[in-house]
């Protein structure tokens, strides 16, 4: 893994898979520092996403640690994180986060936005390979 970019999203993915499976027993604490409400039902959902965060994100490892990954999962994997951005921003906008959830929000469109950078380089050096470099992303 001789692109940085890429090593960057990998190290990405693998703090998405950490942090979503925390989310799972340790999601009651979790949401007392974001300032939501700690009850049952919303442990249970933000352990739901939690799930769904070390899917995607293991996914999208997977994928970075392969020979050739796949632009569909990178695509994906970034409007996914945007998705977060916009869930997260509009949970503090309702007052069911508080402002410190901002912080992985903006984490989230970080992400995204370095996710949408390599998925174009990845379409532009398959749809000219003699321009790359020789170089695969």
Same mark, same amino acid.
């Given at each position: 893994?001789?692109d940085?970019?890429?090593?960057?999203?990998?190290?990405?993915?693998?703090?998405t898979?950490?942090?979503?499976?925390?989310?799972?027993?340790?999601?009651?604490?979790?949401?007392?520092?974001?300032?939501?409400?700690?009850?049952?039902?919303?442990r249970?959902?933000?352990?739901?996403? @939690?799930? +769904?965060?070390? $899917?995607?994100g *293991?996914? #999208?490892?997977?994928?970075?640690?392969?020979? %050739?990954?796949?632009?569909?999962?990178?695509?994906?994997?970034?409007?996914?994180?945007a @998705?977060? +951005?916009?869930? $997260?921003?509009? *949970?503090? #906008?309702?007052?069911?986060?508080?402002?410190? %959830?901002l912080?992985?929000?903006?984490?989230?469109?970080?992400?995204?936005?370095l996710?949408?950078?390599?998925?174009?380089?990845?379409?532009?050096?398959?749809?000219?390979?003699g321009?790359?470099?020789?170089?695969?992303p």
């Amino acid at each position: 893994m001789n692109d940085p970019l890429r090593a960057v999203l990998a190290v990405i993915a693998a703090i998405t898979v950490l942090t979503g499976a925390a989310q799972l027993p340790f999601g009651g604490p979790i949401l007392q520092l974001l300032g939501s409400e700690d009850t049952a039902t919303t442990r249970q959902l933000f352990g739901t996403v @939690g799930m +769904f965060m070390v $899917v995607v994100g *293991g996914l #999208l490892l997977h994928t970075l640690l392969s020979g %050739a990954p796949s632009p569909d999962v990178v695509l994906w994997s970034g409007l996914q994180k945007a @998705g977060a +951005f916009s869930a $997260v921003g509009i *949970g503090v #906008l309702n007052g069911v986060f508080s402002p410190l %959830a901002l912080w992985v929000a903006f984490f989230d469109l970080a992400t995204a936005g370095l996710l949408f950078v390599y998925w174009r380089r990845m379409r532009f050096a398959a749809a000219s390979p003699g321009l790359a470099g020789g170089r695969t992303p």
